[in-house]
């Protein structure tokens, strides 16, 4: 039953007196500031609603406490989903969600227009279409949680519009190895560790992302018909060898692809110095994991060695730096510049769809048009001259 008093400023006052469902003790809620007696009737009612209804009445919640420690620890790491979606979550919770928001504000605090302000600011920070819906998608799943636990009375991200990004952040040039670099960057790999140099020429020859590659395991490689299955890829980040392989990026990641002889030939080449190693190593080889590239005792390759290596052997061969990444889009351009149609790429780098493999090699695509048609010319000025 709600009372009510008015102040020596004229102004009116309602108080609340409740019993928590929880710890089953009294508490009361109290706000002033009414001009009239009506208006603070109608609030006080509102407030009794809400009561009865359960709503959450501890204004002390924050925004952090509630998104990392009820939604992605509670729920999300609880859930039968994909080990890649969950660390998608993570991912923008613990760098985009919490650093923006900070530490303190409350859940009841944000409100549409603040959080619109957010994903305005990641669009002007330069972040692709692509990252902010997955951090909206985060926060958004967080907050219908929030509403069905009856924390806040509505989602403040109903509504919310994901901004356009600016022309010049989706123009980012794509960073690939020249074909003409090839060679001498894989002469430079085999001087520096054979371990790498076939890591490297793997990734080179088939556009395997390097989690896809890192997780190859003997039985995934068909030397005699030239073929590789990929159905999984491996979590650098992993605590033991049970949680070391996991997903592909997405369902389409899982594919079957083919493979060139020659390096069919290599890799045949790598068994017969793999089994070499086994007997050396005897049981201090990790026989168990079965992996294709990894180091002498076939143990997996950190991703720190990876990345130094990679940046090392760039520099030796006086290539311009760019991430491992970029031998994946190298796969794709040459077989572009070989004559690959765009279903065939998207194919065998596993893209969800000929889109996305379309915007990423667009301006490729483009150059190449070019070439052909500058051939065209100058064949037809020949014709034309004779």
């Not at 890192?214 to 890829?233: F, H, P, Y």
């Not at 005897?282 to 990345?307: Q, W």
Request: glycine fraction near 4%; aromatic fraction near 10%; charged fraction near 30%.
């Amino acid at each position: 039953m709600a009372s009510f008093k008015k102040h020596s400023d004229k102004k009116w006052e309602y108080r609340i007196r409740y019993k928590d469902p929880i710890t089953d003790s009294w508490k009361e809620k109290s706000k002033r500031g009414f001009s009239t007696k009506p208006e603070a009737k109608k609030a006080a009612q509102e407030m009794e609603q809400k009561i009865n209804e359960g709503f959450e009445m501890d204004k002390q919640v924050t925004l952090k406490h509630f998104i990392v420690n009820e939604w992605l620890e509670g729920v999300i790491k609880n859930k039968d989903i994909r080990k890649n979606t969950i660390q998608s979550h993570e991912f923008a919770v613990k760098n985009h969600i919490v650093p923006y928001f900070k530490d303190k504000i409350k859940l009841d605090e944000i409100k549409p227009a603040k959080y619109q302000e957010f994903l305005n600011h990641m669009a002007d920070k330069g972040y692709s279409k692509r990252t902010i819906e997955i951090v909206h998608n985060s926060m958004n799943g967080a907050m219908k949680l929030a509403v069905t636990r009856k924390k806040i009375t509505t989602n403040p991200c109903d509504g919310a519009i994901i901004p356009k990004v600016k022309k010049e952040n989706k123009d980012k040039r794509l960073e690939y190895m020249e074909s003409g670099d090839i060679s001498h960057f894989l002469l430079c790999a085999r001087q520096y560790g054979y371990p790498y140099y076939i890591f490297f020429k793997v990734l080179l020859e088939t556009g395997l992302r390097k989690g896809e590659a890192a997780a190859l395991c003997w039985s995934d490689v068909d030397i005699a018909n030239g073929t590789i299955r990929i159905e999984k890829s491996l979590d650098f980040q992993a605590k033991n060898k049970e949680e070391l392989f996991g997903d592909t990026k997405t369902y389409h990641s899982k594919r079957k692809i083919t493979i060139s002889k020659s390096l069919a030939h290599e890799l045949q080449f790598h068994l017969k110095w793999q089994n070499q190693n086994k007997l050396t190593m005897n049981e201090t080889y990790h026989h168990d994991l079965n992996l294709v590239l990894c180091r002498e005792d076939g143990n997996f390759m950190p991703k720190s060695s990876l990345f130094n290596a990679f940046e090392r052997i760039l520099k030796r061969a006086g290539i311009t730096k760019m991430p491992i990444h970029a031998l994946r889009h190298s796969h794709a351009v040459i077989l572009l510049e070989a004559g690959a149609d765009m279903k065939y790429v998207q194919e065998r780098l596993g893209h969800k769809s000929i889109s996305i493999t379309s915007d990423v090699y667009s301006h490729i695509s483009k150059r190449l048009e070019q070439d052909n048609l500058n051939k065209y010319e100058s064949y037809m000025d020949n014709i034309l001259k004779d």
